[in-house]
């Protein structure tokens, strides 16, 4: 149980358009998802906090008309990262929160973009 | 604020024998703990977690890890080695008397384990 569900799982977009990735919890509702990115060889960087219905909350630094984020339903939090540059490309990882071991992670979503 | 350390970049050890990966955490409050691993190019995958009760954690492939409160220190273990343990572990960290359900990560420590 608790599974979550990523994709795509890669991307290769050409510079200066959009791209978007989806993250549904299969088999729980999701009423909170997360959305990180992670340099190689680096950890992972929370990008902004996702909750159903409202608005995401984003962290110091990120773009939130770059990186544009919707919950609209419990299932469902799609990340789109807009005008795309190749300083964008990175792996994109949506984690949710479930009741049996805290939270799930999706597989991740590796961006290049050319 | 809440934050993780992870003192070790890379951690070697050979088939069979014990693993350590190290972690020490910065909480306010209670902390709730987490070990993940993550494999090329996927998601984190969950081994463990501490909340409350027995200082000893079990978890998923033979790991588990020990709270120590007096030392702010949750370091993963294992008896014996596999090769195929050989990944990227990350360490994490929420207060649970901040209000905030936000997870901090370690910078992660990448464990080799050689045949």
């Known amino acids: 149980g608790a599974v979550v569900s990523q994709h795509p799982s890669r991307v290769i977009c050409k510079s200066g358009t959009s791209v978007k990735i989806e993250c549904r919890s299969l088999?729980?509702?999701?009423?909170?998802m997360f959305w990180y990115r992670q340099f190689p060889k680096q950890s992972l960087m929370l990008m902004a906090t996702?909750?159903?219905?409202?608005?995401?909350?984003?962290e110091q630094g990120v773009e939130k008309d770059k990186f544009l984020i919707n919950h609209a339903s419990l299932t469902l939090s799609t990340l789109t990262v807009t005008s795309a540059h190749p300083e964008d490309s990175s792996f994109y990882i949506c984690?949710?929160?479930?009741?049996?071991?805290?939270?799930?992670f999706g597989s991740g979503t590796r961006l290049t973009v050319v | 604020a809440q934050s993780v350390a992870q003192p070790e970049d890379q951690v070697n050890v050979a088939e069979g024998n014990p693993l350590t990966v190290k972690c020490t955490y910065s909480?306010?409050?209670?902390?709730?703990l987490f070990w993940y691993v993550q494999y090329p190019n996927r998601g984190l995958q969950f081994l463990l977690k501490?909340?409350?009760?027995?200082?000893l954690v079990k978890g998923s492939y033979g790991f588990e890890a020990e709270f120590n409160k007096s030392q702010t220190s949750f370091h993963l273990k294992k008896p014996s080695a596999l090769v195929s343990d050989s990944a990227l572990y990350f360490c994490?960290?929420?207060?649970?008397?901040?209000?905030?359900?936000?997870?901090?990560f370690g910078k992660g420590t990448m464990l080799l384990v050689s045949p």
């Open positions: 996702s909750n159903e219905g409202s608005k995401a909350t984003y």
């Open positions: 984690s949710a929160i479930n009741r049996e071991n805290g939270y799930t």
């Open positions: 088999d729980f509702q999701a009423t909170t």
């Open positions: 994490a960290v929420r207060d649970l008397n901040s209000g905030y359900s936000t997870l901090t």
């Open positions: 501490y909340i409350t009760g027995d200082n």
């Open positions: 909480v306010s409050g209670n902390p709730y």
